[in-house]
């Protein structure tokens, strides 16, 4: 049984707070039109103006795509609306990315300006993170993320809170309930007046399983039942139909409590202050050769920081902020007699000035940061820590009309050790306005330190790791075709992204000769690839729209060269990168009715170094459909949507001998009061 998810007392707090804050509010309805209008898509968004880079590619969701996520983890997002490749381990267990074929800690994830990677291994698991946490989202893809720090090979994930409230008092409500079993429920509130621009406090607690549909529980009298939810692995592996037929069911248990207080004063200049706390327990799915289940993790963390920014007396901007992040994590194995706990701290401060000049066609921007993080677990046989310091200075010129310039240097310091110059170098060049043409350039030089993980587990076995670096190229197009249709409500773009990544000295865990996993520098690695995105939306009528994404992924990440005699790694394409990937989704709406539908190809995969055939994960084909409406009954709006994910109840695996789930339904519900 798990343990008692939350003291009573606190459960009690809650309770009254969210009552009080109910009880006092004051709110008015809002018009709501009986269209959806649809956004152009874009690869330009400046939802994050501070965060964004001339001559790269990122990306932000426009608000309707957000309507359809948000009860899931981000990862889902991130599957569905981006190039990236989410490694799954199953049902309530982690989830990690790979962007542009790199390795899921070459993704540096940061929730409002802090980074949120694990001091430990240096990933972060994105089926902890649900799109509720932040309103905004934004990728920058491969050398754009040296605008926010070093070391995303692939890229950065940026998470940041923006609720939108007109009026005093503004109420969210959302709920979830799905044919598995699983419920979410999600409440958040916005008040705004005097000093206070805005403060918001975001509660969810939710329960997922991984187990047969309510369908399968009405009949599980009858004879000869079959789940649709793991359907592979029932059908193949004894373990996991004996678990089906006994009801024992992997599970999520979580719970998280946002808060941000957003403070305006015109002599002391404007603060924000916010925290996360987060808790987790889950029951861990086995795999297909697992004897029997038992492991099972717990996750705690909590993360905070204050924001500080003031206009100075000479025009410019100062900015500064201090964090302080906290995180917990315990993982049981019983059958090999493992009960670890691991406890991880960074404490992490910038600062930054900004400033614009002749007319707003030069803007200078100069950070500087200091990051300390502690960690131990039982491996590292101590406390260990890791100290990075650094500076950046970044200017982005307008010289003509249509032309941009960014250029950008970085200089850091990693416990004591200074590390290369960083440059970064990006254009973008819009060739005339009857001309619908982009072009966009970069260069730049990334350079990451091994994590703790790499450099202290099981110490007395390793070798010292080298950093990895290398330099990073990208050339992208956009293009908008027939514009003269825009005014018939057609909007056609085309975007197409080429890059190159030639990193030295790549970081890779794989098993000795004695079976034992260590990580190990690969002599050097090539990741290369080519993006293809399309969007055509039409506004058919007063009463009807249509929109038509689709998105195609060439990876190819190589194991060039290795230090080792023999290795039958070299040329092979890297573990867990699929080749080929395609996404399309299509939305038709009427009035306030909508219907949208996700398909998702991917191709094969390996899991083994040598691309031996054996360990091939064969493509797949998922889709996802969704039905909903929006409405309005008095002060109360909102949306009702039904969700059925893998509609054609497809057998697959993201990771070797983890099933995933078949199809499935979900109900859900969004009120705003």
Known sequence: MPPSFLPYWIKRSLLIALLLLGSNRQTQAQHLTDTLHLEPFTLHSTTINEEVITGSKFQSPDSLTQRFFQTNAIDTWLQANTPAYIKSYGATNSSTISLRGTAANHTQVFWEGIPINSTMSGLTDFSLI??????????????????????GLGGNVLLKNNKVCNEKWCHYLQTSVNTLGNYQVHYGVNVQGGIVRHATCDVQGSKVHAKTPLLGRVREGLKNVRSAS??????????????????????????????????????????????????????????????????????????????WKKAGDKGGQWSAQAAYTWEYLRYINPHIYIDDTSRMHNVYVKTGWQNNYFQNRLSLIATTKWQNSWANVRAYQQWRQQAIGGMSLRADVQLLEGFKMSMLLRQEVINKEMSPFLPYLGLRWKFHDQLPLELQASLARNYRVPSLNDQFWLPDLQEKLLPEKGWQYEVSLNYWLFPALEKLGHHLQVNVTSYYMPIHDWISWQPDNTGIWRPQNILEVHASGVELATNWMWNIS????????????????????????????????????????????????????????????????YSTADNYEAGVLVPYQLGDLLLGKKWEWGKLRGDIQVKVYNLWNVDYELVATRPMLGRYGELRIHLKF
Request: charged content about 15%; cysteine-free; overall charge positive.
């Open 130 to 151: 649900p799109t509720a946490v932040a309103d905004t989202w934004q990728v920058q893809y491969g050398a754009a993320s040296l605008a926010t720090a070093s070391g």
């Open 230 to 307: 793991l359907k592979t692995g029932f059908q193949k592996y004894p373990l996991l139909q004996q678990l089906a037929l006994n009801r024992q069911y992997p599970f999520l248990h979580q719970f998280y409590l946002i808060n941000e207080f957003d403070l305006q004063s015109k002599v002391m200049g404007d603060f924000v202050i916010n925290y996360w706390y987060n808790q987790a327990y889950r029951p861990l799915l086995p795999s297909f050769f697992q004897s029997d289940q038992g492991e099972e993790q717990h996750d705690k963390s909590w993360r905070s920081s204050i924001k």
């Open 542 to 605: 007063a009463t009807w729209s249509f929109r038509l994404n689709q998105q195609y992924t060439f990876t190819r990440t190589i194991n060039q060269a290795s230090r080792l005699l023999g290795d039958q790694s070299v040329g092979k394409q890297l573990i867990y990168v699929p080749i080929h990937q395609w996404k399309v989704d299509g939305l038709l709406q009427f009035n306030r009715y909508y219907l949208h539908y996700f398909h998702n190809y991917t191709g094969k995969r």
